[in-house]
Structures are given as structure tokens and as C-alpha cells.
């Protein structure tokens, strides 16, 4: 308890290194670059205000933190709803409105604001033309085209996000003297076309009719008779790595003498989410990864050991496996996959699903205690847990919705004690309401909970690949 007290006092005494006015200006700086990281960076600096301001009772700052947060917040499609709510009570009588669409913006780019009601039919090559067919007449709003230049790795990328989805999987297209060209989903609104080379490349687009038509020349290209005909190659979901030397450590939410939530049927918790975690360890090893259980059989374990194995196998980051459930008055009407980070949330929803999640945990700490430590402890560690759900998220819901019509309850923040004494990037997975007639079903069905476990898995190695 003391060396948890010495941590404590660490943490906060370097929260406020910065002034209020510096961390403030460092998070608009921030928010100003187009890149995602900063975006990110922005969010937490935001975060840390509002704790500031919170504990000075400081209203000023306390309005330019949930402005920033909404702000930031709904660029990186992350639920800010009760800091929106929490805004506008504090400011009624002002013109400040919450931003009603998540578009994101980009130097030179108009934003998007139709539906996507077109689909992909097909992807095809005509020498150096990329051609893409959809099954209804294009508008010009619809393609938003920019391009890219990472100094770092000296990468060109030409980027075309259109307002549509896909009817198969995300590609990968070969062509000579291209590094690299993927297509897929960015979003559920957004369609994602990335050319990326080392050289820089001559391109050029038409619409016409339905079609979608790219003109991709690089600077090695040879003459046009010369040319050979490629036709795209489909490949896995999932982003492909050559170093996998990565640790995870899956946590099965509850077991033993703790059954978790009780739903549909007598169905329990703890026996759905340790199948599911079963597969995924089996798909992570499969694809070259050093995977840990926190728990290899029916049996109880304290919410702080699991953590602690964790740390003392190093692991790059902690998944812990959750069902959720509600009472018989709304079991037919909710449902749908979350994925929670560890923050000190005042979410009604989110304090509700911890309050189920933390029941296990006997610690002697009173909840004023652990609302406290929660608000410091490991919020270095947000960001890239923030990113880490994100991943997951879109993960499950991009191999689910192959098959299933599945409901995004999104990413959201929680007070999870089962993630607080984490030293990695850490992430709760409710994958479903057991207590919702139809999803129980589907729990319970092995070719389902695969299909989550694959998922998953997608969504880890998309997040390794970005960070």
C-alpha cells in the first residue's frame, strides 16, 4: 500500500510539471497536425486538464478540456457523449454546439456528408489502370483524394477515401514498380484506397458513370506495350508481419466460484468467454505469437494476479475477455460488442458494466480510493490502450459482419479494476449480451465464437502493424 501511495504522489507531482496555459497549448499544437498519433496525444492532454481543473474547481479550464475532448474525441471516433452532455450544462446560454458528425478533415479536402449507399462490385486492371466498379453512378463529393509524405521511412502515399463499403474482404493489388497497394474499410462510411511507394508516382483519376478509374504510373514504368496485366490478389484481413516476437496475455473474464453474468437460458459467462479465449490463444499462436492464459481451466482468479502475470511475463499487451448482460425488463432490446480502456469514467453505462466486471475483486480499498488511484494510475498508458480497443473493435465487427448483423456499441472508457495494475496496453472486450435471446444463441455456437476469436486476432495484428 505504500509503495502503491509513493507511485501515486509520483504520478500526480509530474502531471503538474506543465502549466495549465503550456499542457493547454500543447494539446491544440497537437489537434492542428493531420496526424493520428498527435490526435491521440491531444486527447490525453485534454484528459489530464479536465482532471486538473476538476480538482482546482477551475470552470474556465474546465470548458476548454471538454471542448477539447469532444473535439479530439470525435476525430478519433471515440464515444465522448457525457463530456458533450457534461459541455453543454456548463455552458447553456452559449453557441457552442457538439459536433453532430465524426468527418474527418484534411488540408484541400472537402467532407463527405452523403450516405454510403454504394458498394464495390469489383476490382480490376487495365494496364496502368486501376479500375473500380460500384453498383450505383458516383457523385463528386464522394472521393476525397490527398496524398501523403513520411519522412521518416522517405514513403510516398496517395490516399482516396471514398463514401461507399465493400462487398468482400480488404485486398492487397499487386503492380510492378508499386511497393504496396491496399483497398478496404476504413470505416463503416469510408472506403480506403492507399498507393504507397518509395518514388514518387504520377497519378490520375477520373469518375465516369459508375466507375472509378486511377491512372498509377511510377517513375521505373516501362512502356505501356511492355506492360503486363495483374490481376488483384485477395489476401487475409489481417496485416502481415515478419516480426512477431510479441507477447499477449489473454485474460478469461471470472471463472470458479465466480460464474460472471447469468443470462439466457442459465447461460454463464465465465464458460463462454474462456472458448473464446481458447480459440484466440489457439489463432495468435498459430500466426507465430508467445500467447499466456490468465486462467487454463475453470478455476478463480483474483483480478489483481491476473494483471500481475501480465507484468511478470513482459507482455506487450492484456486482453481480458467479457460477456455482457442486463435485467429481464430490457434483455430483448440491448445488445452488441464494446470495447473498454481503463479510464476513470463517469459514464453511467460504463460505471454500470464495471460494476459487474469489478464485483470479483475483495480488495479492502473503499470505491473513493480506487476512484482516486484510477485518475493517475497508468494514464501514460491510455493512449495506446485507446488505440488498442479501436483495433479490436474494428476487428470483430469487420469479421462478424460477414456473416452476422452485429451492433457497434463502440469504444469506451471505464474504471475496470482488472486493468489498473496493468504495465502494458490493456483492453476489456464485452463481446456480446448473453442475457439478449438471439446473441446467447449465437455465444453459445462454436463457428460464432470463432468468428469473434478471429476477429480479435485481426484486430491485434492491425494494431502491432500501426504502432
Not at 164 to 190: E, F, V
Not at 260 to 266: D, I, T
Request: proline share 2%; glycine share 4%.
Amino acid at each position: 500500500m505504500i509503495r502503491l501511495l509513493s507511485l501515486f504522489f509520483i504520478i500526480v507531482i509530474s502531471l503538474y510539471a506543465q502549466s495549465d496555459s503550456e499542457l493547454l497549448k500543447r494539446a491544440d499544437n497537437f489537434m492542428k497536425s493531420g496526424s493520428k498519433s498527435n490526435q491521440f496525444r491531444a486527447y490525453n492532454d485534454y484528459k489530464n486538464l479536465y482532471l486538473r481543473a476538476i480538482m482546482a474547481e477551475d470552470t474556465k479550464l474546465r470548458v476548454s478540456a471538454l471542448k477539447g475532448i469532444v473535439k479530439s474525441g470525435n476525430k478519433l471516433h471515440i464515444d465522448i457523449s457525457q463530456y458533450s452532455d457534461e459541455l453543454s450544462k456548463i455552458k447553456p446560454k452559449t453557441s457552442y454546439n457538439t459536433p453532430k458528425s465524426k468527418s474527418i478533415k484534411r488540408s484541400k479536402s472537402k467532407n463527405i456528408k452523403v450516405q454510403s449507399s454504394h458498394k464495390l462490385k469489383s476490382v480490376r486492371w487495365e494496364n496502368d489502370r486501376l479500375v473500380l466498379n460500384f453498383d450505383k453512378k458516383l457523385r463528386n463529393n464522394q472521393i476525397n483524394y490527398f496524398t501523403l509524405y513520411d519522412s521518416k521511412n522517405a514513403r510516398y502515399r496517395y490516399v482516396f477515401d471514398i463514401h461507399a463499403s465493400m462487398l468482400t474482404k480488404s485486398q492487397n493489388l499487386l503492380k510492378k514498380g508499386i511497393n504496396r497497394i491496399k483497398i478496404g474499410q476504413y470505416d463503416t462510411n469510408t472506403l480506403r484506397l492507399v498507393i504507397e511507394n518509395s518514388e514518387k508516382v504520377n497519378i490520375r483519376f477520373k469518375k465516369d458513370s459508375t466507375e472509378l478509374v486511377i491512372n498509377i504510373r511510377s517513375s521505373t514504368s516501362k512502356s505501356k506495350s511492355q506492360v503486363n496485366k495483374y490481376k488483384y490478389i485477395p489476401k487475409t484481413i489481417s496485416p502481415q508481419r515478419a516480426d512477431r516476437n510479441k507477447v499477449i496475455v489473454i485474460d478469461a473474464g471470472h471463472g470458479g466460484k465466480d460464474p460472471g453474468a447469468v443470462g439466457y437460458r442459465n447461460y454463464r459467462e465465465k464458460v463462454i468467454v474462456y472458448k473464446i479465449s481458447q480459440e484466440l490463444k489457439k489463432i495468435l499462436r498459430a500466426r507465430g505469437y508467445k500467447v499466456h492464459m490468465t486462467r487454463d481451466r475453470d478455476k478463480f482468479v483474483k483480478l489483481s494476479k491476473r494483471t500481475a502475470l501480465a507484468n511478470k511475463k513482459k507482455a506487450d499487451i492484456f486482453v481480458s475477455i467479457h460477456a455482457n448482460a442486463v435485467g429481464r425488463k430490457n434483455a430483448n432490446k440491448v445488445h452488441g460488442i464494446e470495447c473498454y480502456f481503463l479510464s476513470p469514467s463517469r459514464s453511467k453505462r460504463a460505471e454500470r458494466v464495471a460494476a459487474k466486471e469489478n464485483s470479483a475483486d475483495l480488495s479492502e480499498m473503499n470505491r473513493y480510493g480506487k476512484n482516486t488511484f484510477l485518475n493517475f494510475l497508468n494514464s501514460h498508458k491510455i493512449v495506446a490502450s485507446n488505440k488498442l480497443a479501436i483495433d479490436l473493435q474494428r476487428g470483430m465487427l469487420g469479421s462478424l459482419n460477414k456473416k452476422y448483423k452485429v451492433k457497434d456499441g463502440g469504444v469506451r472508457e471505464g474504471p475496470f479494476w482488472v486493468l489498473v495494475g496493468a504495465q502494458m496496453p490493456a483492453v476489456l472486450v464485452e463481446v456480446g449480451f448473453i442475457s439478449h435471446p438471439s446473441e446467447a444463441k449465437r455465444l453459445v455456437n462454436s463457428k460464432y465464437r470463432k468468428t469473434i476469436a478471429l476477429g480479435l486476432a485481426n484486430g491485434i495484428e492491425r494494431y502491432f502493424a500501426k504502432n
